[in-house]
């Protein structure tokens, strides 16, 4: 489930922002079709007039998609999982440009062969030196539910992570209800310092000249070169 709304509060509009002539969410989509451990991709934006441009997006990529609570993060996972019969979810936000497939996988793997009921290698967490934006969550219809029925803490409905992992402290929320577990970042692309996200014009203008760079020396370019790219042009931008 890739989340995206058009009324981003740090800079709106940016799901459709271009990044080397293709939207923001576009250049997501044609990442996260790579991701091999996926049965089905849908993309979980609002019911605002503003986000219809979204749903004419995922028809143009043929992914499916579902329109929910505008603030209501929990919610709206909740009723797009519920509406495809998910049993398994790989969360994926909408201003994250890179992620990289094998990660993602490797992430589902490990969700899958473990007991836990939340995984994620997207943000650095219990030291496993992950670059911020790369990788994705992990949990089940059955998790996710469980928070839809008990959980009404309005900044915990917006950022289902926050049920159950604090990022600020990198504790567990409720270890004696929820298994959180990680993957170590390969040492290769450890770098737990990078951000890889879109959330201030700066940030926009970097991502979209590493795609005017990148992308047609190599469509499927990995986080390496990424990686590569900001250690010699990023102060540049």
């Known amino acids: 489930i890739l989340q995206a709304r058009m009324g981003s509060t740090r800079l709106p509009g940016k799901s459709m922002m271009s990044l080397a002539g293709v939207p923001l969410v576009g250049r997501i989509l044609e990442r996260l079709k790579r991701v091999r451990k996926i049965n089905d991709i849908i993309l979980a934006t609002t019911e605002q007039k503003a986000d219809d441009v979204l749903v004419g997006l995922a028809r143009e990529y043929d992914v499916r998609y579902s329109r929910g ?8 996972f909740y009723q797009a999982a519920k509406s495809i019969k998910a049993d398994v979810i790989v969360r994926f936000p909408g ?10 996988d490797r992430i589902i793997d490990y969700h899958l062969s473990s007991k836990n009921h939340f995984s994620s290698n ?13 990788g994705a969550e992990v949990f089940g219809f059955k998790v996710i539910e469980d928070v839809f029925r008990r959980n009404y803490d309005a900044n915990k409905r917006e950022h289902i992570c926050l049920n159950f992992f604090d990022f600020e402290n990198q504790q567990v ?21 990078l951000v890889l996200h879109v959330d201030t014009i700066k940030e926009y ?33």
């Open 95 to 104: 201003d994250n440009p890179v992620p990289e497939p094998k990660e993602i």
């Open 69 to 76: 609570s505008q603030n209501d993060l929990v919610d709206r």
């Open 173 to 193: 929320v409720e270890p004696k209800r929820y298994r959180v577990g990680t993957v170590q970042c390969p040492e290769a692309f450890r770098r737990p310092e």
């Open 122 to 134: 997207i943000v650095p967490m219990k030291g496993n030196g992950y670059p911020m934006g790369i």
């Open 205 to 237: 203008k970097i991502m979209n000249s590493l795609y005017e760079y990148l992308y047609p020396r190599n469509p499927e370019f990995h986080i390496i070169d990424v990686i590569q790219w900001f250690d010699n042009f990023a102060n540049k931008v």
